[in-house]
């Protein structure tokens, strides 16, 4: 079948695939941390903006919050997905890879986006650099395996 053709057998080459999903589990918590940690940073710093008119600081006052809360399910998310790894659910780890895919995907759709809106030369290079990047990583974790 060719579902078990490319099927990882392991983490890195190294590690079991319960020990590198507890250390994906950990990064991408801490990554939580980290966005909820700049979010708040953030939306404190909103009270000191002068120059902004009330539609810039209602939009992005609104989408910072919104931001606090998704990231702050992610975290829940996580917990569950290392609790799910440790007691080996592996309903729980399916449901973590498809949230955390689209949580992913998302983040790059609006990385992607935001360098089409403000092209430069520069935006242009890091499109360049993400998109070399993602070949390269699918072609390490897809082709590699079969």
């Known amino acids: 079948m060719w579902l078990k053709k490319i099927a990882p057998k392991s983490f890195l080459g190294k590690f079991t695939l319960q020990k590198g999903s507890l250390i994906i589990g950990i990064i991408t918590l801490i990554i939580s941390l980290i966005c909820v940690l700049s979010f708040a940073v953030e939306i404190l710093y909103y009270k000191d903006c002068k120059t902004c008119t009330d539609l810039v600081m209602h939009n992005a006052y609104s ?9 702050i399910f992610m975290i829940f998310i996580n917990i569950w997905f290392i609790w799910g790894v440790k007691n080996e659910k592996s309903s729980v780890v399916l449901s973590w890879v498809v949230v955390t895919g689209l949580w992913w995907a998302q983040s790059l759709v609006l990385v992607i986006v935001l360098l089409c809106m403000y092209i430069t030369d520069t935006s242009i290079a890091w499109m360049a650099a993400l998109l070399g990047a993602i070949v390269a990583y699918s072609k390490y974790t897809i082709f590699d395996s079969i």
């Open 63 to 71: 989408f910072s919050i919104h931001a606090v809360i998704y990231c």
